[in-house]
DNA sequence: CAGTATCCTCCTGGATACTG
DNA sequence: CAGTATCCAGGAGGATACTG
């Protein structure tokens, strides 16, 4: 039986799903998700493994991940501290598009640099 | 046969994987290319369809994603004037990917909405 | 180790008005 | 219809230094 429920659509503005979008439209999110899908990574393996990131913004984008309830935290009172970062179970259900998205960027990425700045409008010329 | 080639990975800073990720980490690209997908569409008719959207910004958007090679742009030197955007093949490519984000979003945008504000760490408690 | 604090810059994106 | 011009605010995100 397929589920039909539809809280609203990508082209509604100001409804959940344009929102959960936004969500993920900034420059660190996708990747960090990704990072995240093979299991629980701590703070500094996260930014070791993502390249260019730094340890504030890494924070910022974990944090709001985590407002949003997609990732879950755990940190160990030790010295030195010790973080735990996952993806929730709802995190969880984010895995499948953004490894597609991911793979289409590893595939296509390439093509995307090569086509910029090359682009011409396809000018139609009226007849007669 | 699989292909293997990986013109690196979004991990990697600077990469075109990353780049391409990077291009579509703004407000409005998925959703644009979410339009496209059925098909082409007038400047208007995307405006219309897309709630929220201005038409310099949707106009910006469409510039970008047109110098990257995702969208085609074919004008009629008409008066009043014609435009029609459209994928292109590369653009084709994205089409996968960004309807299981959309599908993902309309499913569970609502939870990504309820969860906002409600997570608290879990904190691991020292035994002995 | 896992962050914060501070400062600063660029760019996205919204509002409004105007054009061929 | 399909934009552009202008102005403007906010925030993302980078650099650097510091902390428990």
Chains 1, 2 share one sequence.
Not at 30 to 37: A, F, P
Request: aromatic share 4%.
């Amino acid at each position: 039986m397929g589920v039909f429920i539809r809280p609203g659509n990508v082209f509604l503005a100001d409804c959940p799903a344009r929102l959960a979008i936004e969500l993920l439209a900034d420059k660190w999110s996708v990747v960090v998700i990704y990072g995240l899908s093979q299991g629980p990574r701590r703070h500094n393996e996260l930014k070791a493994l993502i390249g260019g990131v730094s340890s504030k913004v890494l924070a910022q984008t974990m944090r709001r991940l985590q407002r949003h309830g997609l990732v879950g935290r755990s940190a160990l009172p030790e010295q030195p501290s010790i973080t735990q970062y996952e993806l929730t179970p709802l995190g969880q259900t984010l895995v499948e598009p953004v490894e597609m998205l991911s793979r289409w960027a590893e595939r296509h990425g390439s093509d995307v640099l090569e086509a910029h700045g090359e682009q011409t409008d396809a000018v139609a010329v009226t007849s007669g």
